[in-house]
């Protein structure tokens, strides 16, 4: 890695000698002419200053930036020329003559103005767009306080959904744009791109012992968020199509920050921040958990004996009496009251440092970052550690030639905690802090961990904390271009890049944990190193001719992907002092080694055309081929095309009377074919090897079949048609953008079954095809905007459905099935409240008081032979009626596990010298199966006589002594036919991401080193709105969830 770096560097450096020839008597002119000091003020059209505008000595690097009043003082030789430079303004150039005071007026430049979208291999007006692309600038965006970039994107960009799987340091976000209609097997993550290089996802190396770690974050963890300029997020295929092959989930293209002509400008950004636990988990005390003990085992003994409402008997006919497991005396004086979340949990503390250094002029313009980030998690022991460097260097070779460098390096260090979400011997730290007696304490009298007898395979929630458990992730993610202008239209550019990712997972587990204990101590060791190599060229022609406007791209990339994976294994160590750094140390039976390599190529043609005549009516056609090894020879071709276009009706003659209310109006439309090749590179592979069989007693490794091969797999290809419309009112100040998009995924690459006969009958082969339709609603609004006070609001609103529309024909349907259906969905019987005291149910027989009352609504039709009548999908058909028994004809769905529509609402505030901006975003219509506070109580009450904790909902718990609880009884459990949809409900959720306060102080004095400085408060995750009454709405996606967190940040940002 170290040699990849110094070659980059090297490159990146090697232009210094360019620089030295093209001003080799800048030192001997200003020792020759006389100097003099020079003063003024920047102003716009309106007298207002320009803060922040470059004040540049032509030809020199001597400069400054304008300060809060727009001022600035030089000293200059005379006759130089100053350039003063600003963003959306043109640079203007003024000779330095006797005087000593200079007021200079900046003219803005109606061309920059106009907002620039990324989009594939190249920049769009978007005024010119015919795709649906949507950008989201970092400006916008509280970067300061977060992990990653991800955590910012939630609700930012209408059709992009962004879920939290996990609130741990580093915690894993998945994004979905315009849904998931792919198979499970291919996913539906969408492409990432880092400045220009498709990257992939490296993953985290699994533990390879008894615990998980939970899941890390997606490859944007590894991005330092302060480098970030823009996101585009690409939706339609008609936009995402120049990626052919890879961008049938859609695509996300970052932009990191580039130098900029002017003096060398010096940013640093720091926060410290507190978090705490948004909401924790609510179990019982020592007294509740005793009390609800005794009366747990008073019900089962009154059922045994039929007393009460179990039988009528009265309690003095029971065979004995009933004896309880704790006295009075035990429940108002426990000896032990041990909160076990609150043993292996903290205040978590949170440090950030970025500093960067911008800077140049019309030949050389650079960036260098650096950036150091801390996260102590709410889980003790729990932390993440991320260093990054970056140089991004753009260099003019000379007036056809230019070349630039971008080289990012990062190092991200994980202290990882237990997080299995199993019941027994793998249970995670959350899952025995919440389930583990509270009457015990954590050490016995010989200062061992206790455990609970009656569980002997359930860890000591904090001996799991004794775990040493470290990854480390390291990352070179480097270009180098070339850019080569021959003729003044055309320009040719080559790309060469890499994404090196290195990981190393060490883990050992002590002699104190139960697991270890059983092992006598148990390390591990893996490591992976994935190399992707990039190499592209492309020629761009632009040409204007009248009112004709056309751009034509023509382009061909290569890929190698290329990986190696090693690990170690061993147990039985004398002592727990080695850890994992002397496997060899241990006495193993069965020392454990694995290896394995992958390497696998694409190759791509592409081309686009961009067309417009009078900047009215606009056409875009591309074209991809694209060529993967991971498909057999004859089918590692596919071709995606797509065309758009649009029409700027308001430029019509006809739609002048409107232009008082109207700035803008656009109609687009666009179809698109996009693919997935998302299978790995053995999918058309037969065999595999090192598994362990056993012959003659000894294990031998061998060959064998893990699946069936297929020689005629091939794409998974997306078509789609999208329709949009952008609107602009009041000269700006409202802008609406809406979308309506049908798209249909065919050849799906899935899992599909052979017949039973064969002994593998798996085989990866393109079946069935999936259907999804949505509407997307973005609206910017300019509420107030005057010379003290500015309001701003951006609303994004998504709507989506993905169902089928074509199945495996091996598929084999459940009664409740639907051809057409969701694709992700929850069935099962329909509850009609709890079983009460005396009620006999036909169709229920033998039903306890308590238990889940299930509805008879429907029964089987039936043929002359009795065989079950099927519709021609094989879907059983129904007679509509109830038929006195309960079986599969009265299951149901319930709906889609996906959310009904996302909603993001972002607010900003300027009043003088401060800032405001508040920041929501919310899921609804979504459907949940319970929190853990309903389905705790039912489907794992019966282990309070083992000693497991429980919620203190169970207080609701229906009981003779409780007719009213709302939540089943205990008997809940030994009921033949569940809890149906009981606990399943519709929910929604609004939090509140982020409210930042910031103050920018006044710089006033003209002989200054800072130039800007900005305090601010900032409040993570301040508070949720929902009915839903589990952890979190978004993170418990299980019942063992991180708990989300709250954070707190106090913020600097300085400019020198």
């Known amino acids: 890695m170290l040699k990849i770096c110094s070659a980059f560097m090297l490159t990146a450096f090697s232009v210094v000698p360019v620089l030295a020839e093209d001003y080799p008597n800048v030192g001997i002119m200003k020792l020759q002419q006389s100097e003099q000091k020079i003063a003024g003020t920047v102003v716009d059209a309106n007298n207002e200053p320009v803060i922040g505008a470059n004040v540049l000595v032509k030809g020199t690097t001597n ?280 043993e292996i949990t903290r205040l978590g503390f949170q440090t950030s440092h970025n500093i960067s250094i911008t800077g140049g002029n019309d030949n050389t313009k650079y960036l260098v970052s650096g950036n150091y980030f801390k996260q102590d998690g709410v889980i003790k022991n729990n932390a993440m550690e991320r260093y990054s460097a970056r140089v991004n260097l753009d260099q003019k070779l000379s007036k056809y030639v230019k070349m630039g460098v971008n080289l990012n390096v990062t190092r991200n260090s994980y202290d990882n905690v237990s997080l299995g979400d199993n019941q027994a011997g793998s249970a995670g730290v959350l899952v025995t802090a919440v389930q583990y007696k509270p009457t015990l304490p954590v050490r016995d009298e010989n200062g061992d961990y206790t455990l609970n007898q009656d569980v002997a395979y359930l860890p000591n929630p904090v001996s799991l904390l004794d775990i040493t458990d470290k990854t480390t992730k390291e990352r070179l993610l480097g270009t180098v271009f070339l850019e080569v202008r021959p003729i003044q239209d055309l320009l040719l550019k080559a790309n060469f890049g890499i994404d090196r990712n290195y990981q190393k997972r060490r883990q050992y587990l002590p002699t104190t944990t139960l697991y270890g204990a059983k092992e006598n101590g148990a390390g591990y060791i893996g490591q992976s190193d994935k190399s992707d190599y990039l190499m592209e060229l492309t020629a761009n022609y632009t040409k204007s001719f009248g009112d004709h406007n056309l751009n034509v791209l023509a382009g061909h990339s290569y890929q190698l992907f290329d990986s190696e994976f090693l690990s170690a294994k061993s147990n039985d160590f004398i002592t727990d002092g080695f850890l994992y750094n002397n496997l060899g140390a241990g006495n193993a039976k069965r020392p454990t080694v694995g290896s394995s390599a992958t390497k696998s190529r694409m190759a791509s043609f592409f081309g686009r055309v961009n067309y417009s005549f009078k900047d009215r009516y606009l056409l875009t056609a591309t074209l991809r081929a694209d060529g993967s090894s991971n498909f057999a020879e004859g089918n590692r071709w596919g071709i995606f095309p797509s065309v758009a276009a649009g029409w700027r009706f308001l430029e019509e003659d006809f739609m002048q009377p409107l232009t008082n209310v109207l700035s803008n109006g656009k109609l687009r439309l666009s179809y698109g074919e996009t693919g997935n090749a998302n299978v790995g590179d053995k999918a058309y592979s037969y065999y595999n090897v090192g598994y362990n069989n056993i012959f003659g007693g000894s294990q031998i490794n061998g060959v064998y079949l893990s699946q069936m091969g297929n020689a005629d797999l091939t794409w998974e290809t997306t078509r789609e048609w999208n329709v949009g419309l952008d609107f602009g009112f009041l000269d700006g100040r409202i802008n609406v953008t809406a979308e309506y998009y049908h798209k249909v995924v065919s050849d799906l690459l899935n899992e599909h079954t052979l017949l039973s006969y064969n002994e593998v009958n798996k085989i990866i082969a393109n079946v069935g095809k999936t259907q999804s339709q949505g509407f997307e609603l973005t609206v910017n609004t300019t509420n107030v905007k005057n010379k003290e006070f500015e309001w701003t609001s951006d609303l994004t609103f998504s709507l989506y459905r993905d169902k089928w529309k074509e199945r495996d024909p091996n598929w084999k349907p459940s009664s409740w099935d639907e051809y057409n259906g969701y694709m992700r969905y929850s069935s099962g019987y329909l509850s009609d409240g709890l079983v009460q005291p005396g009620e006999e149910i036909a169709h229920m027989p033998g039903a306890l008081p308590g238990q889940v009352k299930i509805k008879d609504i429907d029964g089987y039709a039936y043929n002359a032979d009795g065989s079950i009548k099927v519709d021609k999908h094989g879907i059983p058909l129904k007679t509509g009626t109830p038929d006195g028994k309960l079986d599969d004809a009265d299951k149901v769905i319930y709906g889609s596990n996906d959310p009904g529509y996302l909603l993001g609402f972002n607010n900003t505030f300027r009043y003088k010298n401060f800032d405001l901006n508040v920041y929501f975003y919310g899921q609804f219509n979504k459907l949940t199966s319970g929190s853990y506070k309903t389905k705790w109580p039912s489907e794992f009450v019966n282990e309070l006589r083992r000693g497991y904790n429980q919620p203190t909902s169970v207080k609701d718990i229906w009981s003779s002594t409780n007719p009213n609880g709302k939540l089943p009884s205990y008997f809940q459990i030994e009921s033949a036919y569940g809890t149906g949809d009981y606990f399943y409900d519709k929910t929604w959720f609004i939090r509140c991401r982020n409210i930042t306060l910031g103050y920018n102080i006044p710089m006033k004095k003209e002989k200054q080193i800072l130039s800007n400085v900005r305090v601010y408060l900032d409040v993570n995750n301040p508070f949720v709105v929902t009915p839903y009454d589990g952890l979190d709405p978004e993170t418990d996606v299980d019942n063992y969830a991180y708990p989300n967190v709250r954070t707190y940040s106090l913020g600097l940002d300085i400019t020198f």
């Open 63 to 342: 400069g400054v930036i304008t300060d809060m009043d727009g001022k600035f003082a030089l000293t200059v030789s005379r006759g130089a020329v100053l350039q003063i430079s600003y963003i959306g303004y043109i640079t203007q150039e003024i000779k330095v003559t006797n005087n000593t005071t200079y007021t200079i007026r900046l003219v803005e430049d109606s061309e920059t103005l106009e907002e620039v979208v990324v989009v594939g291999y190249g920049t769009m007006k978007k005024r010119d767009l015919t795709g649906a692309v949507t950008s989201v600038k970092m400006d916008d965006a509280p970067v300061g306080t977060i992990s990653t970039i991800s955590h910012a994107l939630a609700g930012k960009a209408a059709g992009l959904q962004v879920n939290t799987v996990s609130a741990q340091p580093g915690g894993q976000s998945t994004f979905r744009i315009r849904g998931a209609a792919s198979s499970d097997k291919a996913g539906n993550d969408p492409l990432i791109i880092i400045d220009g290089f498709p990257v992939s996802d490296p993953g985290s190396l699994d533990s390879g012992n008894q615990y998980s770690d939970g899941k890390k974050d997606n490859v944007l963890g590894s991005i330092n968020p302060n480098d970030i300029e823009s996101i585009e997020i690409l939706k339609d295929a008609s936009s995402t199509a120049i990626y052919g092959a890879r961008a049938g989930n859609g695509v996300i293209i970052v932009t990191t920050k580039r130098g900029k002509s002017g003096a060398a400008k010096v940013q640093y950004s720091g926060s410290a921040s507190v978090q705490e636990i948004a909401k924790s988990y609510d179990v019982l005390d020592a007294s509740g958990f005793m009390k609800i003990h005794n009366h747990y085992n008073k019900e089962l003994w009154m059922s045994a004996n039929g007393i009460g409402i179990y039988g009528g008997k009265s309690e003095a006919e029971a065979s004995s009496p009933f004896v309880p497991n704790y006295t009075d005396e035990q429940i108002a004086n426990p000896e032990h009251n041990t909160n076990w979340f609150d």
